[in-house]
């Protein structure tokens, strides 16, 4: 039976970096890689066969299509990794409902229907990467859907870990800090009023993926790079929400 690798939002960003070096995840006889764009899936770099799906998860019917492959495939899915998402940095308010609506399909019902529909096939051993953010540790004005979506993230990923260990198998939430990525062209909707005017620290993807796969190595249930963003989410975690969010305004000058 042919052992795979599946990677959502695979055409840029950390996506494309976990492709770039899946040989640090495992052997596998072939990587599907989705994403909406595929020109950019076809271009990827990856040290085994890839196979593009050009598919938009915030469409059920994606889910289907997936899901009958699997079957049609007779495929095991040795790793799972979940990097589709987008998120908008404004009020809730001047975000278009439709766009929010979106923003929640995409961050939380397709990575947990990803997961749910992907574990029947996944062998022991088999592992779940979910892409979170630092964001989910605290409440953010505007910042607040997405950040919401990734507090989702966070406590599904933790708590389905723990639900699939009978199973043999492994999730692991990822929390990356600010990391230059394409998602600033899709989060900032306008430079001049920009909501996020002070970036104490930005990653790269480079180092978000190295650290994620020495901490799947070990087996934890969440990776977090660098002493700035552990730093910032212990404080948000000892801290009143009150006083974590008067701070977030006050250091980017936010009324």
């Not at 990677?7 to 970096?17: E, L, N, P, V, Y």
């Not at 997405?146 to 406590?155: E, G, I, R």
Request: with cysteine.
């Amino acid at each position: 039976m042919k052992r795979i690798a599946v990677i959502t939002g695979a055409s840029s960003g950390m996506g494309k970096r976990f492709t770039e070096t899946l040989q640090e995840g495992g052997v596998f006889d072939e990587v599907w890689v989705i994403a909406r764009r595929e020109e950019r899936l076809k271009e990827l770099s990856c040290p085994y066969p890839v196979r593009p799906l050009a598919l938009d998860l915030t469409d059920r019917a994606s889910f289907d299509a997936y899901e009958m492959l699997l079957k049609a495939e007779e495929v095991q899915v040795g790793l799972l990794i979940n990097c589709s998402g987008f998120g908008k940095f404004s009020a809730t308010m001047d975000v278009p409902l439709a766009e929010n609506l979106n923003m929640v399909d995409l961050n939380c019902q397709a990575l947990m229907a990803m997961c749910q529909i992907t574990i029947p096939f996944m062998p022991r051993g088999g592992k779940i990467v979910n892409i979170a953010s630092v964001a989910a540790i605290q409440p953010i004005p505007y910042i607040n859907v997405y950040a919401a979506t990734k507090a989702f993230v966070l406590h599904f990923g933790r708590a389905l870990n723990r639900e699939i260990k009978k199973l043999g198998l492994s999730c692991m939430t990822v929390c990356p800090f600010w990391t230059q990525t394409e998602f600033f062209g899709r989060a900032i909707k306008d430079e001049k009023n920009a909501v996020v005017k002070k970036y104490v620290v930005m990653y790269t993807p480079e180092q978000i993926v190295s650290r994620a796969w020495r901490d799947l190595k070990k087996g934890k249930d969440m990776s977090m790079y660098g002493f700035v963003a552990r730093f910032q989410s212990l404080l948000a975690k000892l801290a009143p929400h009150s006083f974590v969010m008067s701070y977030w305004m006050n250091q980017q000058k936010l009324k």
